[in-house]
């Protein structure tokens, strides 16, 4: 089977995510992955995924392939993504996920509008649920969580000084199951590997963590791949059968 | 100040460090943030967080803080209990708030700097 690089970026909020800008509908994130030639992306909303289905269809005929995923954050408030096969494997997590965010819907004053859109762009809804908060999930039941479901969990930005695993808990955990470490884009994988002392061993992967569409494709991660899917994503993250993480 | 007396004055159940409650107590520093504990801590200072992960265990043996005084009744997880048991870390619980208990610690003589 023939390999050869694939463009990811695999971390952007749609218009629902609490932080994302209204512009962030599917069809626009689409037309961006087009025209920064990205293969595959994936939608991570933060505690929820109520707008994978409308990407997915957005996409479909447009050549860029859609990993539905979420960005769940932990008890101790670490953020982790959650890549998916399928819509199938992504809403009993979602489910979970929704049981364990706290009752108390957001202040209006302090979040914009959470909206749910179809794939034509048309609202179809607003989350009533808080979801930029911590789940009552710890990091360790978050990562178990996304692997039931044959998930990819990728701790996001470790580099930042919120949100992240290493700001929240210190240093990685050494024996938890992470497939994968993001690195935001202000930061590189080597000096992340150096100023976090990470394991040799650990697949680093930069994303855009877009929040609006001119950022979509900011900063990616190329992969050798046979095809732009999730199995593939996960050999080449273990390097395995000749995928790979190409070097940034 | 030991352990032993910060256990008895502001009633804390102990979870882990029986056998090290003869051990100082010099100052104390409060955070949920275990980079920034590993960045400000200082040795034999209680600290004083809600995060119950095993990694609290780790960076109190690497800061070698006196203690680690668990607010709000949470429970350190099954992993924490047998890591600090291995590392000899003390692990304490109330069922105060971060800012009641301090106050009162800081009340005993137990102060930030």
Same mark, same amino acid.
């Given at each position: 089977?023939?390999? +050869? ?21 599917? +069809? ?40 539905? %995923? ?11 993504? %959650?890549?998916?096969? *399928? ?16 009752? @108390? ?21 607003? /989350? ?15 990562? /178990?969580?996304?692997?039931?479901? %044959? ?9 930042? !000084? #919120?949100?992240? @695993?290493? /700001? ?26 150096? #100023?976090? %002392?990470?394991?040799? /061993? ?6 855009? !963590? ?37 070097? *940034? | 100040?030991?352990?032993? $007396?910060?256990?008895?004055?502001? $009633? =804390? ?18 955070? $949920?943030?275990?980079? $920034?504990?590993?960045?400000? &801590? ?50 304490? &619980? ?14 005993? &003589?137990? =102060? &930030?700097?």
């Amino acid at each position: 089977m023939e390999l +050869r690089r694939y463009r990811a970026d695999l971390h952007i909020h749609s218009c629902l995510s609490p932080c994302g800008e209204l512009t962030n509908y599917p +069809r626009r994130i689409v037309e961006r992955a087009v025209e920064e030639d990205l293969d595959v992306i994936a939608v991570t909303d933060h505690n929820t995924a109520e707008n994978a289905a409308a990407v997915l269809r957005a996409a479909e005929g447009t050549g860029v392939a859609v990993l539905p %995923g979420m960005e769940v954050a932990s008890e101790e408030e670490v953020h982790v993504l %959650g890549l998916f096969e *399928s819509l199938g494997d992504l809403l009993p997590v979602q489910d979970a996920v929704f049981r364990s965010l706290p009752e @108390v819907p957001p202040k209006k004053t302090f979040v914009k509008d959470q909206v749910i859109v179809n794939a034509d762009d048309e609202v179809t809804g607003f /989350s009533a649920r808080h979801l930029l908060a911590a789940t009552r999930l710890d990091l360790r039941a978050v990562v /178990s969580l996304i692997h039931r479901f %044959g998930g990819l969990a990728v701790a996001s930005h470790i580099d930042k !000084d #919120a949100f992240s @695993v290493i /700001s929240q808990l210190g240093f990685v955990p050494p024996d938890l199951d992470l497939d994968a470490l993001e690195v935001s884009p202000h930061m590189t994988v080597a000096a992340a590997r150096k #100023a976090f %002392g990470l394991n040799p /061993s650990a697949a680093l992967v930069r994303f855009s !963590d877009a929040h609006r569409p001119e950022d979509i494709g900011r900063t990616t991660t190329d992969f050798l791949l046979a095809a732009p899917t999730l199995p593939e994503i996960r050999k080449a993250l273990r390097s395995k059968g000749g995928r790979k993480v190409c070097a *940034s | 100040m030991t352990l032993a $007396d910060l256990v008895r004055q502001l $009633d =804390l159940k102990v979870f882990t460090g029986r056998n090290e409650l003869a051990r100082p107590v010099n100052g104390g520093y409060a955070s $949920d943030l275990l980079s $920034d504990v590993l960045a400000h &801590g200082q040795k034999d200072q209680i600290w004083v967080t809600l995060q119950v992960h095993p990694n609290i265990v780790a960076v109190a043996a690497f800061k070698e803080l006196s203690a680690v005084v668990l607010v709000n009744g949470r429970e350190p997880a099954a992993e924490t209990v047998a890591k600090a048991q291995q590392e000899r870390v003390s692990i304490y &619980g109330t069922s105060l708030t971060t800012f009641e208990f301090v106050g009162r610690a800081y009340g005993l &003589g137990i =102060l &930030g700097t």
